[in-house]
């Protein structure tokens, strides 16, 4: 158990709709990424937060946002889904940023129908 | 930017043999690396890192030296179990004032009796 924790654990939903994802870091880590990792694509950063603040943009889209509250648990919000967003997503944290090592939550798998 | 390439999957051993799995990366500065392993329907676990150029990482009989003049950081098994079956993602983090982490798209393992 690496202390993150992730809800759903699983979500299936319908194109075009609205989903938001949920983590909780470990206690103490105050950085939170998000990834998302399908068969094609591999595992993809999106973004990443820093005690409240955005620190890394990586390949997130337009309709994907996140936020990281002052509790420090974080949300990915997915909308106008479309069939291609299907895959697990994950969330990891870290005490900071930059070169420490990250803990991974056990994933939501979404899918879009 | 920078980016980790491992060698293309699966890689299918008998229990007992020895295991390499290849991993070069590129990037600025300094950044750590580290390997992780995922278990079929699991996150993504920390499975060991090294922090600076010549640094030994080990967890459960693996090892991974970085070496900074070949870019490299190839994950080692003398002994390979049932148990290792899995996918091992090399990654990086920091660096250049980089906050992004990078992974390798993943190798997966499989190991026969």
């Known amino acids: 158990d690496s202390g993150v924790t992730q809800t759903p654990k699983h979500l299936i939903t319908a194109t075009g709709q609205r989903v938001t994802l949920r983590c909780s870091p470990r206690?103490?880590?105050?950085?939170v990424y998000w990834y998302q990792q399908s068969l094609d694509q591999g595992l993809q950063f999106l973004i990443q937060?820093?005690?409240?603040?955005?620190?890394a943009k990586g390949n997130i889209l337009e309709r994907f946002s996140a936020q990281q509250f002052p509790d420090l648990h974080s949300e990915l919000n997915l909308s106008s889904l479309e069939l291609g967003d299907s895959a697990l997503y994950f969330c990891?944290?870290?005490?900071?940023?930059?070169?420490?090592?990250?803990?991974f939550g056990p994933g939501t798998r979404l899918t879009v129908t | 930017g920078n980016s980790v390439t491992q060698m293309e999957g699966p890689v299918t051993l008998s229990e007992e043999a020895f295991l390499t799995i290849n991993c070069t990366y590129t990037?600025?500065?300094?950044?750590?690396l580290f390997w992780y392993v995922q278990y079929p329907g699991e996150g993504l676990q920390l499975l060991l890192k090294?922090?600076?150029?010549?640094d030994k990482g080990s967890n459960k009989g693996f090892e991974a030296t970085y070496r900074k003049e070949t870019t490299s950081f190839h994950l080692e098994k003398g002994s390979v179990q049932v148990s290792d079956s899995a996918v091992y993602f090399c990654?990086?983090?920091?660096?250049?004032?980089?906050?992004?982490?990078?992974f390798g798209r993943g190798t997966s393992l499989i190991v026969h009796p």
């Open positions: 990037a600025t500065g300094y950044p750590s």
């Open positions: 990891a944290s870290s005490v900071a940023g930059g070169n420490y090592e990250q803990y």
């Open positions: 937060y820093y005690n409240g603040e955005e620190r």
């Open positions: 990654a990086l983090s920091g660096g250049g004032g980089s906050y992004i982490p990078t």
């Open positions: 090294a922090t600076k150029a010549d």
């Open positions: 206690s103490g880590d105050l950085s």
